[in-house]
C-alpha cells in the first residue's frame, strides 16, 4: 500500500534524488527548468507516494506559468522509481494532483511529453503554444481550458 500525500520541505532532496535517478544527466538544463528559476512549485499540488517502507516511490510538482499572458499550470517533473515502475504510481500522482487542481480553480494544465502517455489523462497537442526552444513543438501537451489562449509560455512574474 501507498501513501500519498502533499511533498513536504523535507522531502526535497529525496524527492530530487529520485528526478536524478529517473532523468539524464544535465535534467535541469531543460528549457522547462527556465520557466522553473526562482519561482517556487505550487506546494498543494506536489505529491509524494511513499512506499510501505516510507521510501519515495513516485513524485510530482506543478509550476504556475503563463502563456501569451492566460495563467497555467507546468505539470512536471514526475517521476516514478524504477523499481515501482508499472505498478500505477504515474497514473495515481497524475490523477490525484489534476484533482486538486480542478478542486483549486486552476483552468489550464500543460507539460512536455508524449501524447500517447498523457492522452488518457485529457491531455491533447496545444497549438500555437510555444515553450522555449529546443522543445518540440508536438510535445507540448495540454488539458483544460486553452480555448483561445496562444503565445509563448512563460515564468510567472
Do not use: K
Not at 9 to 31: I, K, M, N
Amino acid at each position: 500500500m501507498y501513501r500519498l500525500a502533499q511533498e513536504r520541505p523535507q522531502d526535497w532532496w529525496e524527492v530530487e534524488a529520485l528526478f536524478d535517478l529517473c532523468f539524464a544527466p544535465g535534467r535541469e538544463a531543460l528549457s522547462s527548468y527556465r520557466l522553473r528559476d526562482g519561482i517556487d512549485p505550487v506546494a498543494e499540488l506536489c505529491l509524494v507516494a511513499r512506499d510501505p517502507e516510507e521510501a519515495v516511490a513516485a513524485a510530482i510538482r506543478y509550476w504556475p506559468v503563463r502563456v501569451g499572458g492566460a495563467e497555467a499550470l507546468l505539470l512536471g517533473p514526475i517521476a516514478v522509481h524504477p523499481i515501482h515502475q508499472g505498478e500505477g504510481l504515474g497514473a495515481l500522482v497524475i490523477t490525484n494532483s489534476l484533482m486538486r487542481a480542478e478542486g483549486a480553480g486552476w483552468l489550464r494544465v500543460m507539460l512536455v511529453g508524449d501524447e500517447p502517455y498523457y492522452g488518457r489523462f485529457g491531455f491533447t497537442r496545444l497549438d500555437g503554444v510555444t515553450m522555449p526552444p529546443p522543445t518540440n513543438p508536438d510535445r507540448v501537451l495540454g488539458r483544460g481550458r486553452w480555448a483561445g489562449v496562444t503565445g509563448a509560455v512563460t515564468g510567472w512574474t
